[in-house]
């Protein structure tokens, strides 16, 4: 048997594929079909309805009566879902996914970092500098694509949002986490960070624990910038 999971990524990549360019067309009449193809994941129809309506959830697609099933644009479909995102990461879309994740957090980590230099405990202020001194560490002995890397990095951008005083800023530290454990599952993640990437990582968390926003906004932007031309040179 299948998991839930997987049958949604099968419903939503036949979606993908089976959609012509520029257009939304219903796929109503397809969906017999679309269940007898998916026997070779073991779908049944029932569970194929679910999934759909999971899709539908999602604002991915719509469902109407004497129209069927439409397929909507992408614009509209909920894009900071964190499954969405971990979909959207295994497909062939991956790549725009990402850019489009990392010119997110450009804007969103150095305004969280110059807040986190107010607003941050003295407690999230040490573990910040901890987790950006492992990152350097790992970094450094080109173990910046192994799993303790990752583990640093996730704990680092979480606490570094949360720490911002933010209730809306923490609500996107699921997000961020899977775009850091999405680059580093397409293998993206270098084993040698970019030069500078480090040293500003750890340069941001140092002016957020003396307090110094406008230093802890600049560091962060260095650091997403060098990250961001990593993630489009790939």
Do not use: K
């Amino acid at each position: 048997m299948r998991s839930p999971r997987h049958i949604h990524s099968c419903i939503y990549f036949i979606l993908r594929i089976r959609r012509p360019p520029r257009s939304t067309p219903s796929i109503r009449r397809r969906q017999r079909q679309m269940c007898i193809r998916d026997s070779d994941y073991g779908v049944s129809r029932t569970t194929a309805r679910e999934a759909v309506r999971v899709l539908e959830s999602l604002s991915m697609v719509q469902s109407r009566r004497r129209v069927g099933i439409t397929v909507l644009p992408r614009a509209d479909w909920r894009g900071l879902d964190v499954q969405l995102i971990r979909w959207t990461l295994a497909g062939p879309l991956h790549r725009q996914q990402l850019v489009e994740l990392m010119e997110l957090r450009a804007a969103l980590d150095p305004a969280a970092a110059a807040l986190a230099a107010v607003r941050a405990s003295d407690a999230q202020r040490v573990a910040l500098v901890e987790h950006a001194t492992e990152l350097h560490r790992l970094g450094s002995a080109a173990r910046g694509d192994s799993a303790e890397y990752l583990a640093a990095d996730i704990r680092f951008h979480t606490l570094l949002l949360v720490a911002s005083g933010n209730v809306l800023y923490g609500e996107l530290a699921a997000p961020v986490r899977e775009i850091l454990q999405g680059r580093h599952e397409l293998g993206l993640t270098p084993a040698v960070p970019a030069a500078g990437t480090l040293d500003a990582h750890l340069a941001a968390a140092r002016a957020i624990a003396a307090g110094e926003g406008g230093a802890a906004r600049e560091h962060s932007r260095t650091h997403l910038s060098l990250v961001s031309d990593e993630v489009e040179g790939a």
